[in-house]
């Protein structure tokens, strides 16, 4: 970015598009795959239009604004999913199993979190795996995840503490951050 300050979204809209549109595409690629990562970057941007005039930047950076949003819509589309897996688990087996299996194989690759840790990440309470994705994959500090999902900073370290407790006990004892950080960094 330039030392411009950034575009105000009710102001200029095509700019935060232009300035913004590629990071929370590969965020959203990270936690969906590339696929649903087209989707829910449109949806995050079709939700930030609509919310423009709403943005407040006393409370963060449009940045950390898109964030949030993009973290939400993210949200909604794996609980969409969830809900589906579970349906069709009361169903019971269809010929599409594997086709499926190979979805959710590819998703996890393309968030660079493999085995142990994509189950592990996957495990945890939403709040924390919030949290613990925009610091591993969107680099946000404390602050902006905070202005991003609309909590205190205390509420975002004790998150991010809790997860990478319950991932260091999943991983038996090895830093998934050390990991997370080798493929990311």
């Known amino acids: 970015m330039t030392g ?3 575009p105000r979204p009710a102001e200029n809209f095509d700019e935060v598009i232009e300035v913004y549109f590629a990071e929370i595409r590969r965020y959203a690629a990270r936690r969906l795959g590339p696929e649903a990562a087209a989707d829910a970057t449109s949806q995050t941007f079709l939700e930030a239009f609509r919310q423009r005039r709403r943005y407040d930047p006393d409370r963060g950076h449009v940045r950390t604004w898109l964030y949030g949003i993009a973290t939400k819509v993210i949200g909604k589309q794996l ?8 349906a069709r688990a009361r169903v019971g087996p269809d010929r599409d199993g594997d086709e499926h ?30 949290v613990l994705l925009l610091v591993a994959l969107a680099d946000l500090s404390h602050e902006e995840v905070a202005a991003a999902l609309g909590i205190s900073y205390g509420t975002v370290g004790s998150r991010l503490s809790r997860a990478r407790t319950k ?12 990991t997370l950080e080798k493929q990311h960094g």
Do not use: F, H, W
Request: glycine content about 10%; hydrophobic content about 35%; overall charge positive.
């Open 4 to 6: 411009e300050p950034p």
């Open 79 to 86: 609980r969409t999913e969830t809900r589906a897996l579970r």
């Open 101 to 130: 299996a190979d979805r959710i194989d590819d998703r996890v690759s393309a968030q660079s979190l493999r085995g142990e840790l994509a189950g592990a990440v996957a495990s945890l309470p939403r709040g924390q795996r919030d």
């Open 167 to 178: 991932l260091r006990k999943a991983l038996g004892g090895t830093n998934p951050m050390l």
